[in-house]
């Protein structure tokens, strides 16, 4: 046996025959007062092992009322967490398998709860509870290249994201869509299909050469004279696939002057609603991401809260996230944010912001919506399945 462990157990035996000693170490109101006690166990400038050594010593002795009277002592002190926080790792640390009912959960949550409100205790699982409009507070406000994260977050986690966006306009030609592959053989028929279905027999007018024949053929008064008719067996011929017969197509549609402009329209802007579609549901893809790769998807919860009006104040249901957070609070709390220079933040989420918790309150993703590849098998196909639902 080493010499310090029979020394601690000389301790055990002979605490009885210290009365003042003890009392006055469990009712201490500061560290000050506690002097005393400590000097017996080690001394207050080692009071990480004196004070467990203290503690240890009455749960030994059988003294639990005690030991549970200096618990609640140490609770009245001004900033006590850092001080319960030692004698329960040293406990544990020294003392685990004698004494293991006494710990985080037993000891520390109980007032976490009490501190922190959106802590949330169901069993063996711990929960952070943010509001939808608190969720940006993990982002940073601005970044060296000027982008707003937490504003882009406050859009995307509040779904503001789909009020607040700025279209873009990329407005591609009808060529680069038909002949550059976005349109799909499948759409590209279909297209020919619907213009059958709602433009035969229409007059349309287009000066490309291509058509001088339909013109001559033609020859449609009260018209100019690029003016034709898009008759069926006009429109069918370019259901054929060739390179040729689709740019013919192009011409057709891209540089005819009337009668033609709704669906032109349709093609070209249901490519820039998917455009937009998938820069928004890529920067909400990032944002969550960039969060939940630190604190793991949370669920979807309505959160309680209070909203104040002329009548008072009255209890609210309100959009939130509940983050499982059980796998890092015991270390965060035990080893971390009560180890250092700490101010009460008011809330688990404040506390693990102020203390830059594995970057939160920082976090800004290097996306910011401003570009998409269109050139994706994603993309095609998304624009491919709206453009089919809207002919």
């Known amino acids: 046996m080493?010499?310090?462990?029979?020394?601690?157990?000389?301790?055990v035996e002979s605490i009885e025959n210290l009365p003042e000693i003890l009392a006055?170490?469990?009712e201490a109101t500061s560290i000050d007062e506690m002097e005393d006690t400590l000097l017996v166990f080690g001394g207050a400038e080692r009071i990480e092992t004196s004070l467990p050594l203290f503690?240890?010593?009455l749960l030994k002795k059988g003294k639990t009322e005690s030991f549970e009277k200096l618990l609640d002592s140490l609770w009245q002190w001004e900033d006590p967490f850092p001080t319960v926080i030692l004698l329960i790792k040293g406990l544990s640390d020294y003392y685990g398998a004698v004494f293991e009912e006494y710990n985080f959960k037993t000891v520390i949550v109980p007032e976490l709860q009490d501190m922190w409100s959106d802590l949330i205790v169901v069993g063996d699982k711990y929960y952070l509870d943010v509001l939808a409009t608190d969720m940006a507070d993990f982002f940073a406000p601005d970044r060296w290249n000027g982008v707003d994260c937490k504003g882009i977050a406050n859009d995307v986690f509040t779904e503001g994201i789909f009020e607040n966006w700025e279209d873009h306009q990329p407005n591609p030609s009808i060529e680069s869509l038909i002949m550059e592959g976005y349109v799909s053989d499948e759409t590209y028929i279909k297209i020919i299909k619907y213009m059958g279905e709602h433009h035969e027999n229409d007059i349309i007018s287009n000066s490309r050469e291509e058509f001088e024949t339909y013109k001559e053929e033609?020859?449609?008064?009260?018209?100019?004279?690029d003016s034709f008719y898009l008759t069926r067996n006009r429109i069918d011929r370019y259901l054929n696939l060739e390179g040729s017969t689709k740019y013919d197509f192009v011409?057709?549609?891209g540089e005819s002057n009337d009668g033609l402009d709704e669906l032109k329209d349709t093609i070209v802007w249901t490519y820039n609603d998917t455009y937009n579609?998938?820069?928004q549901n890529s920067l909400i893809k990032d944002y969550e991401n960039e969060l939940y790769t630190v604190l793991g998807k949370p669920e979807q919860i309505n959160i309680k809260t209070y909203n104040f009006n002329k009548s008072g104040r009255e209890v609210v249901d309100v959009d939130g996230y509940r983050f499982d957070v059980t796998n890092f609070l015991e270390t965060f709390v035990m080893d971390d944010y009560f180890s250092n220079e700490y101010t009460d933040q008011g809330g688990l989420l404040e506390c693990l912001i102020s203390y830059e918790f594995a970057g939160l309150g920082g976090l800004c993703p290097d996306s910011n919506g401003d570009w998409v590849d269109d050139t994706s098998d994603e993309f095609i196909e998304s624009y491919n399945v709206a453009l089919q639902e809207q002919l």
């Open 2 to 11: 080493k010499l310090t462990e029979i020394y601690n157990e000389f301790l």
């Open 24 to 26: 006055k170490g469990i």
């Open 55 to 57: 503690a240890y010593t």
């Open 218 to 225: 033609d020859q449609i008064p009260d018209h100019d004279k």
């Open 251 to 253: 011409i057709l549609l």
């Open 277 to 279: 579609w998938t820069a």
